[in-house]
């Protein structure tokens, strides 16, 4: 029988969510996040290190230190800069992260400068039916045909000027969270502070136990996933196993479900870890886990960019279930307590393979097995004998 891992504290759980959802951190302004999360762990009592940007680099003490795995969620989301100060008092935007415009049009944001904060509203080009009836529907969907109408006044460039705005200020996206009695989440920004609030959670329910991991784990916070160098410089360690924490788009052609969590087979980097991930979806089923398998065809995370940045290491990925990705997300607070379950499940299980402390195997003996050789080579595609191919040169 598998010994039972300790419960998440979901009350925790969507109490740090709801004072993350709060603190703007669109990628490239995450300084006031990082603090906050830091704060966490400092009252978990987990030991931690900055890098110089921000990433936050934690360690939960194993019973042995090699080889040492680590777990990722970022805490930077996707949001705007000030593209350009335009003759009509609005501001022209740049994309940060990969994102859709439609998904901009009528929020409400904060438009960050050196000196203040201002509010306004995102607004398609023609935004009065009054004025532009039809032809409002004929408009493109494109950061090209937004601007930021600004709650100050502010008519011409030099207006904008005055107020101290410039090219380059960031622009946060109101969050407009709501919880309701149902368990549904509703948020912008649920990817990836919900998935940060699973791994608190997690990270909180073991401490609590007092059980002590097996090998050493590395929770990390990282600062630039949206923009695709994420957990690129975050691993200093003998590190062989790397779970990436994120989300799963509940779409059709998906298989992810808001009541489930699911473990991503391959996304547009390729596959990830065979092993790694058959061991994720083994302790799903050993702990009655609701979890899917998934693909994810428009996605990379920051297990990618720690591979790509050349950690020879073992990687995988974790999710909870989200309709509207990138947009007005929803999760449900069952794929979150199944996260943060399996989460905790993980930090506290063995190795993949103890051999991984190596990094590199001088032999076959150690090396690992998908399939068993011959079971492998069994197959109904027959190969012709090399014989008759090359004949007798006898």
């Known amino acids: 029988m598998t010994a039972r891992h300790p419960e998440?504290?979901?009350d925790y759980l969507k109490q740090v969510l709801l004072e993350m959802l709060a603190i703007p951190s669109p990628t490239g302004f995450t300084d006031t996040i990082v603090r906050y999360v830091a704060e966490r762990l400092d009252e978990l009592g987990i030991p931690f290190e900055l890098t110089r940007r921000g990433t936050i680099r934690a360690t939960l003490k194993g019973r042995q230190n090699s080889p040492d795995r680590a777990v990722s969620a970022h805490l930077d989301t996707i949001g705007a800069?000030?593209?350009q100060l335009q003759d009509n008092g609005r501001l022209a935007l740049a994309a940060v992260g990969c994102w859709s415009s439609r998904f901009a049009e009528g929020s409400r944001v904060s438009v960050f400068t050196d000196t203040g904060v201002y509010r306004g509203s995102v607004l398609p080009l023609m935004a009065s039916g009054h004025?532009?009836?039809?032809?409002?529907?004929?408009?493109p969907v494109s950061w090209e045909h937004v601007e930021v109408r600004l709650d100050a006044y502010c008519a011409t460039r030099a207006d904008c000027e005055a107020l101290g705005i410039a090219i380059g200020d960031f622009v946060a996206f109101d969050p407009l969270p709501e919880f309701t009695e149902s368990g549904h989440i509703s948020a912008r920004h649920l990817d990836?502070?919900?998935?940060?609030?699973?791994?608190?959670?997690?990270?909180?329910?073991?401490?609590?136990?007092?059980?002590?991991?097996?090998?050493?784990?590395?929770?990390?916070?990282?600062?630039?996933?949206?923009?695709?160098?994420?957990?690129?410089?975050?691993?200093?360690w003998d590190v062989s196993e790397f779970v990436g924490i994120d989300i799963a788009p509940v779409a059709p052609g998906q298989a992810s479900?808001?009541?489930?969590?699911?473990?991503?087979?391959?996304?547009?980097?390729?596959?990830?870890?065979?092993?790694?991930?058959?061991?994720?979806?083994?302790?799903?089923?050993?702990?009655?886990?609701?979890?899917?398998?998934?693909?994810?065809?428009y996605y990379f995370s920051d297990a990618?960019?720690?591979?790509?940045?050349?950690?020879?290491?073992?990687?995988?990925?974790?999710?909870?279930?989200?309709?509207?990705t990138?947009?007005?997300?929803?999760?449900?607070?069952?794929?979150?307590?199944?996260?943060?379950?399996?989460?905790?499940?993980?930090?506290?299980?063995?190795?993949?393979?103890?051999?991984?402390?190596?990094?590199?195997?001088?032999?076959?003996?150690?090396?690992?097995?998908?399939?068993?050789?011959?079971?492998?080579?069994?197959?109904?595609?027959?190969?012709?004998a090399v014989d008759s191919l090359i004949g007798n040169k006898s």
């Open 81 to 83: 800069s000030v593209r």
């Open 131 to 139: 004025a532009f009836n039809t032809a409002i529907d004929q408009m």
């Open 192 to 236: 990836d502070k919900a998935g940060v609030a699973a791994l608190l959670a997690a990270l909180k329910a073991v401490v609590d136990s007092g059980q002590q991991p097996l090998i050493d784990c590395h929770p990390l916070f990282t600062i630039t996933e949206e923009t695709g160098s994420g957990a690129a410089a975050a691993l200093p």
């Open 8 to 10: 998440p504290d979901l």
């Open 304 to 324: 990618h960019s720690a591979v790509t940045a050349g950690h020879d290491i073992r990687t995988a990925l974790v999710a909870f279930g989200c309709d509207a």
């Open 257 to 297: 479900s808001e009541h489930a969590v699911s473990v991503a087979m391959q996304d547009s980097s390729g596959p990830y870890d065979y092993h790694l991930s058959r061991h994720l979806l083994k302790l799903a089923g050993d702990h009655d886990l609701p979890v899917r398998r998934d693909l994810f065809r």
């Open 326 to 384: 990138h947009g007005y997300e929803r999760t449900h607070i069952d794929s979150l307590a199944a996260l943060s379950r399996l989460l905790s499940a993980y930090l506290l299980s063995p190795p993949v393979f103890s051999s991984d402390s190596q990094p590199a195997n001088a032999s076959l003996e150690r090396f690992s097995h998908q399939l068993e050789h011959d079971a492998q080579m069994e197959s109904d595609t027959r190969v012709p």
